[in-house]
């Protein structure tokens, strides 16, 4: 059983993680998290983040986004794809409405209800530095 100063230190740092990961639209690692969290809570530590990051997710606040084989978390819930830079390794949310459905042909007796795509290429920034 978690003590009532317990859970009011658990639902700050939660509020503190959630406030950091919505902070920022560069889809952070837990470990840039952390870095961030501790500015504020010195005494947090990387587990912690982990925790709150996981409930955070499975309360459907955040998202979780892999990466590179990364773990990422993104805090905009809007159906949205992703550009993956192959330079920077940046994320970047591309609005849904500005692509147009794939059409593609799956064998039969397939029923698709869901489509994951990432888009991989170089972001603006790093094809101006060639
Ligand atoms: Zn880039
Ligand atoms: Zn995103």
Known sequence: MLSNT??????????KVLDIVRSTKSHPTADWVFHEVRKELPNISLA????NLNLLVES????????????????????????ICKSCKGIFDIEETRVSS?????????????????????????????
């Open 6 to 15: 317990q859970r009011r230190k658990g639902s700050k740092q939660r509020e």
């Open 48 to 51: 912690t983040v982990y925790r």
């Open 60 to 83: 459907e606040e955040i998202n979780e986004v892999l990466c590179d084989g990364q773990l990422r978390f993104d805090a905009n819930k809007g159906e949205h794809f992703h550009f």
């Open 102 to 130: 794939p059409d593609f042909k799956l064998p039969r007796g397939y029923v698709v209800k869901d489509v994951k795509i990432d888009f991989y290429g170089l972001c603006p920034n790093c094809q101006s530095k060639k």
